[in-house]
């Protein structure tokens, strides 16, 4: 199986500020990784995703990073805005491409 | 929109009813799922659904039965549940075989009474 953590339940940040959320694994067999943003009364939407081939993945304002090592990952927002204010989840994929591992969620509050 | 449908956006029920949820999925996708979401605490995945055919249980009460008729369309049919499992349940459907991204419906908001 697979289970993922969240370092950090909240985390706070001031607009325009860079936010780092991170998330850890358990298995090191896990392939495929995704963060998704959670908004209040939606579902989870994709943000970026990162192979294990890869160690690092660029969006717009969004970075991934992935370090296979120590099976952590995490998720950049840079210059973060108002509307980043979500709950964040990291999903893991291992092996099986049926099934997506999630972890708990960071909720980011960003201050004006 | 995601191109997942759910439906209702909101339920209450009692322990003696029967209900069902109701996803949706127009993305051409072949695998779907059942998650239920609690407050602070993780996703937990239910169902999976791959080519029709059921390819995981998570240890769900029996309380909790889901249909699959084709690869569009997701059910989770509801009798005699209890007030622990009010939750958020929310349906997602991805592309078996390859490493993509699964797409969530915006979940159905229930509330055992």
Known sequence: GESVGLHLPTLSVQEGDNSIINCAYSNSASDYFIWYKQESGKGPQFIIDIRSNMDKRQGQRVTVLLNKTVKHLSLQIAATQPGDSAVYFCAVQSGNFNKFYFGSGTKLNVKP | ?113
Do not use: I
């Open chain 2, 1 to 113: 929109e995601t191109g997942v449908t759910q439906t209702p956006r909101h339920l209450v029920m009692g322990m003696t009813n029967k209900k069902s949820l109701k996803c949706e999925q127009h993305l051409g996708h072949n695998a779907m799922y059942w998650y239920k979401q609690s407050a602070k605490k993780p996703l937990e995945l239910m169902f999976v659904y791959s080519l029709e055919e059921r390819v995981e249980n998570n240890s769900v009460p029996s309380r909790f039965s889901p249909e699959c008729p084709n690869s569009s369309h997701l059910f989770l049919h509801l009798h005699t549940l209890q007030p622990e499992d009010s939750a958020l349940y929310l349906c997602a459907s991805s592309r078996v075989g390859s490493s993509t991204e699964a797409f969530f419906g915006q979940g159905t908001r229930l509330t055992v009474v």
